[in-house]
């Protein structure tokens, strides 16, 4: 029995895709029943590394999409258009669809699934998030059993490179990001990665399956590394800490959740703080399982094409026991509640003056007696407890004040920051970041 596929792009990870499909060798021997029908491409005349038959390629895209003869399409085109429009079309069509598109999921994730449950057909996404890292499944299938509390991890390679290079060679944000540019770790337009949307989109994802219920991307807190410096970086090494842009999801309470996305000061001995380089990591904390993390490379073709092609075994799993298939009188079968996105909620998200949790701020004043003082003393009137502070010396003529808290009201903080702000012997406030 043959299950037919439909490819959408031949790009990094389409072409990785194609290599594993027709190389099902010491393999899981299902492979060996999955058929590359055919190959989406912008152009035919493009020289490619695969020696294919030109009559799998077509650049007729929806022609892939509504080709009764085809049981799976797999979109690795990227993007939000023409991506989500494909993929409606497939579920129209009782296609089951394989992505490994974060951004549309991000942010379509509604009327896809929407769509999908309507129509009766699976919507899979392991490469979405994490690269070749097993996530997604584990926490719709091996972890359902959990009360999820906390989903925290290090899931953009990009910024996780740019970080470990400053932190190991005191390099300054640009100098290593061009460097990162040059070396292709890094896009020419590097916003989404740098200003953290890449891993808001993920985090919204990974949120939405930890705690069963849709998430408005819109309303989750996004920042980036853009303003973490070579000065950071050394007093967080100094203060027993690295840096790192966390994409986190916690459990605030029965009602709401926390989703945010920050570079944040981690303690050397916490696991992700030696993640290192392009890898990603994710760490579940769950009741009664406790920690579990999962570790490897977010990105690339072999990585992110093994998670795409798990997705593609799993439909193709469930076509060969009859599970899946559309009937005769097309009504939608019934789907594996485990692998399918039902929930139809929205979850409720609070808001980040809300937040609890440690800060480091460093703060260049005037080098007059008492600054000091004052500056524990407007914390100390918006009950802003103070874990230590150190006054590191001069820069450009200026006392250099380093301040870490203890948990406090984020709302709070940024209350007392404004005072601060306003004080004539303060000249700059010149770095905030989030303690975990």
């Known amino acids: ?53 030109p009559d799998l390629l077509t650049t007729d895209l929806d022609a892939i999409v509504t080709d009764p003869e085809i049981d799976i399409i797999v979109e690795v085109i990227g993007g939000l258009e023409p991506a989500r429009s494909l993929i409606l079309k497939a579920i129209a069509h009782k296609k089951h669809v394989v992505t490994a598109n974060k951004a549309a999921i991000a942010r379509f994730g509604d009327e896809i699934f929407t769509a999908a449950s309507e129509a009766g057909v699976y919507v899979l996404l392991e490469a979405a998030v994490g690269g070749g890292i097993p996530v997604i ?6 972890l359902c059993a959990n ?94 800490f690295v840096i790192k842009l966390l994409a986190i999801a916690k459990r605030e309470s029965d009602e709401q959740l926390q989703v945010r996305v920050h570079p944040t000061l981690v303690p050397k001995a916490h696991p992700l703080a030696n993640v290192n380089d392009v890898y990603n990591a994710i760490l579940i904390e769950g009741d009664p399982i406790g920690q579990v993390m999962f570790f490897g490379r977010g990105a690339g073709a072999g990585p992110t094409a093994s998670a795409v092609v798990s997705d593609i075994l799993n439909i ?46 460093r703060f260049l004043t005037q080098d007059y007696p008492g600054v000091i003082g004052k500056l524990g003393t407007c914390f100390g009137d918006h ?54």
């Open 137 to 142: 499944e584990p926490l719709k299938q091996s």
């Open 316 to 361: 193709a799993a469930i076509l060969k026991v009859g599970r899946g298939q559309i009937t005769q009188a097309d009504v939608p079968p019934i789907l594996d509640p485990l692998l399918a996105c039902s929930h139809q909620h929205y979850c409720t998200i609070a808001p980040m003056s809300e937040l609890v949790t440690r800060f480091y701020a």
């Open 1 to 53: 029995m043959a299950f037919k596929v439909g490819l959408l792009g031949l790009g990094t990870v389409g072409t990785g895709t194609v290599e594993i499909l027709r190389d099902p060798a010491q393999r899981h021997p299902l492979l060996q029943e999955l058929v590359i029908h055919k190959i989406g491409v912008r152009s035919l005349d493009k020289a490619r590394s695969l020696n294919l038959s």
């Open 147 to 240: 009360r999820i509390n906390t989903v925290i991890g290090i899931v953009n390679g990009t910024t996780n490179y740019i970080l470990t290079r400053m932190q190991t060679e005191g390099g300054d944000f640009g100098e290593i990001l061009a460097d990162a540019q040059q070396l292709g770790y890094a896009e020419a337009d590097p916003t989404a990665d740098v200003d953290g949307l890449d891993a808001a989109d993920k985090i919204a994802i990974l949120a939405s399956l930890a705690f069963s219920g849709r998430i408005k991307l819109s309303e989750v807190y996004c920042e980036g590394i853009r303003q973490v410096g070579a000065a950071e970086i050394a007093y967080a090494e100094k203060l027993g």
């Open 383 to 436: 009950e802003v407890s103070l874990e230590s502070v150190v006054q590191a010396g001069l820069r450009d003529g200026l006392a250099e004040i380093v301040v870490v808290t203890h948990d406090v009201r984020e709302g709070n903080f940024r209350e007392a920051l404004d005072e601060i702000q306003r004080m004539t012997t303060v000249a700059k406030v010149a770095s905030v970041l989030r303690v975990l």
